[in-house]
């Protein structure tokens, strides 16, 4: 199981750490942000497909802001399955 961290840019949330393992996300946490939507995305995300998870949430956006911490996830999914 390999450990990422990213920092998103433009949301309430300054941090986005998980796990990858064959394809599949885990221990999804984010630092900041509204803290019980941001929890139950890590619960709902456990154990999912990333390029599934990604596309899901992939353009999501919050308060007009044309991306939302849901939206910066997704791109931190896509950095590390493009890196991969």
């Keep these: 199981m390999k450990h990422y961290t990213y920092m998103p840019k433009g949301v309430c949330s300054v941090q986005i750490d998980f796990d990858l393992e064959d394809g599949k996300l885990h221990n999804v946490s984010f630092t900041g942000g509204c ?5 139950a995305i890590g619960l709902l995300v456990e154990g999912k497909d990333a ?34």
């Design 35 to 39: 803290n019980g939507n941001l929890k």
């Design 51 to 84: 390029k599934e998870i990604s596309s899901i949430l992939r353009g999501n956006d919050c308060k007009m802001r044309g991306t939302s911490c849901a939206d910066q996830f997704s791109k931190a999914i896509d950095e590390v399955l493009a890196s991969n």
